[in-house]
């Protein structure tokens, strides 16, 4: 058996004999157990975006990383979404090219030791930024208010962006942890709400440098950026694969793998569409499911009604202005 065979029967494993079977007590409870994240850290998971020697996978094998991201989304979403986020950590430290990065925080991250969210939306999106960086001696002073900040209280790192007067942003590593100059509000959502998402505010809140992965400008990075739309488009994949699975064999099976081959084919000016697909696919599946399930589809916490939910949440989760555009032609033309 391959390397990258093991990683994905590893990942299944973990899915069918511990995510799904927790899945409806999670998506209840205020938080994903950290039994969850500590399995997958033990099984090497938190690697996955890293150099060989953290992972049995190549580092090139993105294939093998986006189905193993879609594996663990089929077991229990809620999980999948904080353990994501980790990953962007994990190739900004592998791919620094500033002093004492690597050497600081590639291995705790990829062994799970250490366990990121992202505060990236409000300087990355087109637009005027939402988080600023101002340079100041020894480092940089943060200002502005980063949504959608996921794993409050499960990471003790934020890998954050913000935009400097120049439009260039600045990556890097902050503690997760409130003080006078951060500070969080709770996100109520209705799915995934174990995610335990946040808003986070900056008040002049200082970076040093040595905190500081790199520099990029936002331009360049928006040509950039279309990449990691595939890893999103796996989440509403794995959505899609629990409603096939209890609903049983079905022409759902085939339409699943023809839109993960999509995916993995697309290249940057196709990939928009390719992830607007996956998100209606998880819609349709979950609504095949609701109605093969009957009445007890609208029972609270059971999977019917978890998935439902959860496939509305991915119509909007990561989006784009071209996602968008072509996920209202789909449900528009549906």
Same mark, same amino acid.
């Given at each position: 058996?391959?390397?990258?065979a ?21 998506d209840?409870? /205020?938080?994903?157990?950290?039994s ?7 099984e ?11 992972s049995?996978m ?8 986006a ?19 980790h990953?962007?950590a ?19 991250l ?8 992202l505060?990236i ?15 100041? /001696?020894?480092?940089w002073?943060?200002?502005g208010?980063?949504?959608?900040v ?15 007067a120049?439009?260039?942003l ?12 951060l ?18 505010t ?10 500081v992965?790199g ?9 950039? /950026? ?6 999103n ?17 079905s022409?759902? /099976?085939a339409?699943i ?11 940057p ?66």
């Amino acid at each position: 058996m391959s390397n990258s065979a093991k990683v994905l029967d590893r990942a299944e494993r973990i899915a069918e004999e511990v995510l799904f079977p927790a899945a409806e007590t999670v998506d209840a409870s /205020d938080a994903v157990p950290t039994s969850h994240l500590d399995l997958l850290a033990a099984e090497g998971f938190y690697g996955v975006a890293g150099p060989p020697q953290f992972s049995e996978m190549s580092a090139e094998d993105t294939a093998t990383a986006a189905r193993v991201m879609e594996i663990v989304a089929s077991g229990c979403l809620t999980t999948s979404f904080v353990w994501a986020q980790h990953h962007s950590a994990v190739m900004a430290a592998t791919h620094s090219q500033r002093p004492g990065i690597a050497e600081e925080w590639l291995e705790p991250l990829c062994r799970g030791e250490r366990r990121a969210g992202l505060a990236i939306i409000a300087a990355t999106r087109p637009g005027p930024p939402a988080v600023r960086a101002e340079p100041v /001696d020894g480092g940089w002073l943060l200002h502005g208010v980063a949504p959608w900040v996921t794993g409050w209280g499960l990471v003790d790192t934020l890998f954050t962006a913000a935009r400097d007067a120049s439009d260039t942003l600045v990556w890097s590593l902050l503690d997760a942890k409130e003080s006078d100059t951060l500070r969080v509000t709770p996100v109520d959502m209705v799915a995934v709400a174990a995610s335990r998402t946040v808003e986070v505010t900056f008040t002049g809140h200082f970076v040093p440098e040595r905190r500081v992965t790199g520099t990029v400008p936002h331009e360049v990075y928006l040509q950039r /950026d279309p990449a990691t739309l595939r890893f999103n488009g796996s989440l509403p994949l794995g959505v899609a694969t629990r409603c096939a699975r209890l609903i049983g064999p079905s022409p759902l /099976d085939a339409a699943i793998g023809d839109c993960r081959s999509t995916l993995d084919a697309a290249g940057p000016e196709q990939l928009p569409s390719a992830r607007a697909a996956a998100a209606a696919l998880a819609l349709r599946a979950a609504g095949l499911l609701a109605t093969t399930t009957g009445s007890a589809a609208v029972l609270r916490h059971r999977p019917a009604e978890r998935l439902m939910r959860e496939a509305m949440f991915l119509l909007v989760f990561g989006s784009r202005p071209a996602i968008r555009a072509d996920l209202l032609d789909r449900l528009h033309h549906a």
